[in-house]
């Protein structure tokens, strides 16, 4: 089973070394990282030739926003599963791919989830917010809950069949296509209840109260757009899981 690895990249030097070598590093597997370049300028291109044959595919060229240039890895990928690792992210452990795979094989799941750690930017041993997830159970993203979207991969023909990140959503794409892959569609998930990725706090949808409000009413179109009818209260109720992931840190 090969697994592709999806990085989106714009002006990420200061941490894009670290991604690649997250991907790199992981044991036992057989993977593809695709670096998908929003025509950088700053030196982020510099950096990822600076590690040759770790990265598989790189394009740089402008684009319109991180999910279109996710939507360009995705159709490039050969491998069976595909993962999404943003370019200020890394995985917690060299052995979670292999783990992930197993998990995959053993299952016969057509996605999988598991838990995320928030951390500070410069010291990453910091744990600012632990995601812990839970099994999916029918119903439950009109309650607030949806998995971390950095630890979710998804068999190809997954993509293939119910569709690619919707980019008029914005900071809430992720958000819209497990509501629809999962809530909508029923796909069979897996729950591994694991540390999967830790993610610098502080990105594109957590770095404003602009960008959280703005993401907030982007979910309830996406809600609309899959027909799941949802309380008009949701961005509150979502609240709630969210602040007893930093109590529970």
């Known amino acids: 089973m090969k697994i592709s690895i999806v990085t989106a990249t714009f002006n990420s030097a200061p941490f894009i070394a670290s991604c690649i ?19 950088s300028k700053d030196n982020t291109i510099e950096i990822i030739k600076s590690r040759p044959n770790r990265v598989k595919t790189i394009i740089s060229e402008p684009d319109k926003g991180i999910y279109d240039a996710m939507n360009k890895g995705i159709k490039l990928a050969n491998g069976d599963i595909i993962g999404i690792l943003n370019s200020d992210d890394f995985y ?32 990453t ?28 991969f998804v068999k190809k023909e997954v993509y293939e069949k119910y569709g690619l990140f919707d980019t008029n959503l914005d900071v809430s794409a992720d958000f819209e296509l497990m509501l629809r892959f999962i809530e909508k569609n029923c796909i069979k998930v897996s729950f591994l209840d694991e540390t999967i ?9 957590t770095g404003s ?7 907030n009413r982007n979910i309830l179109r996406a809600f609309k757009k899959n027909g799941i009818k949802v309380s008009p209260f949701y961005p509150v109720l979502r609240l709630i899981p969210k602040l007893k992931q930093f109590i529970s840190k």
């Not at 159970?137 to 630890?151: D, E």
């Not at 990725?197 to 949808?205: A, H, L, N, T």
């Open 197 to 205: 990725v830790k993610m610098r706090y502080g990105g594109e949808s």
């Open 92 to 123: 917690a452990s060299d052995n979670i791919l292999a783990k992930i795979a197993q998990t995959f094989t053993t299952t016969n799941c057509d996605a999988l989830y598991g838990n995320l750690n928030f951390v500070a930017p410069t010291d």
């Open 125 to 152: 041993n910091k744990v600012i917010r632990h995601w812990k997830s839970s099994p999916f159970i029918s119903g439950s993203f009109t309650k607030g809950w949806h998995p971390p979207h950095p630890t979710f």
């Open 21 to 39: 070598d997250s991907v790199h590093e992981q044991t036992e597997i057989d993977l593809e990282h695709i670096i998908i370049d929003g025509a």
């Open 209 to 215: 109260l602009k960008k959280i409000i703005e993401g």
